[in-house]
């Protein structure tokens, strides 16, 4: 699926998931999405959602206090770890020779795994661009897509900064037709 993806929007999903590994979660959220595209602030979805007023710092600020409120513990995949640990495997020795050889960052265990939000707000995305005609899913089509599965703590985050998500879906289609013609 993500090889129809623009590099733009592919460069938010990595963002989203470096967002996830940043903040010690071992999953990738709607939240998560929300704070990539806060990262492509050159794409369609990253401009528009900083003409709306939303700002990567404070949308990650809401993400921790909304997991937190939910008991969500940022773990950085330390049970996966001792696991590992368990049959003797150094998970942290790993690393260590990696970014040796190949360099900082170039090791990342566990690698988060999409929700079921995630993973139907990103198949939503396909729909949203299909349905503008496009063969190539852009960042627009992935905020559209979270907007449209109608779920997930992404929106969570939006209603905390006071984002109409209806305003949201207009603001975007509004840059898509204008940017279109």
Known sequence: MFEFFTDRARHAVVLSQDEAIALGHDFIGTEHLLLGLLGTDRSTAGG?????????????????????????????????????????????????????NFG?????YPRPAYTPDAKKA??????????????????EHILLGMLAAGEGRGLEVLAALRVDPDGLREAVLSRVARDAS
């Open 48 to 100: 528009v959602l900083h003409e709306q007023g939303i700002e990567l710092t404070r949308a990650r600020e809401e993400t921790v206090r909304i997991l937190k409120a939910a008991g969500i513990v940022a773990t950085g995949g330390q049970p996966a770890k001792d696991a590992l640990s368990s049959i003797g495997i150094d998970v942290e020795e790993i690393q260590r020779q990696a970014n040796a």
């Open 104 to 108: 900082p960052g170039a090791f990342q």
């Open 122 to 139: 990103l198949e939503c995305t396909l729909s949203e661009a299909r349905a503008l005609g496009q063969e190539k899913f852009g960042t």
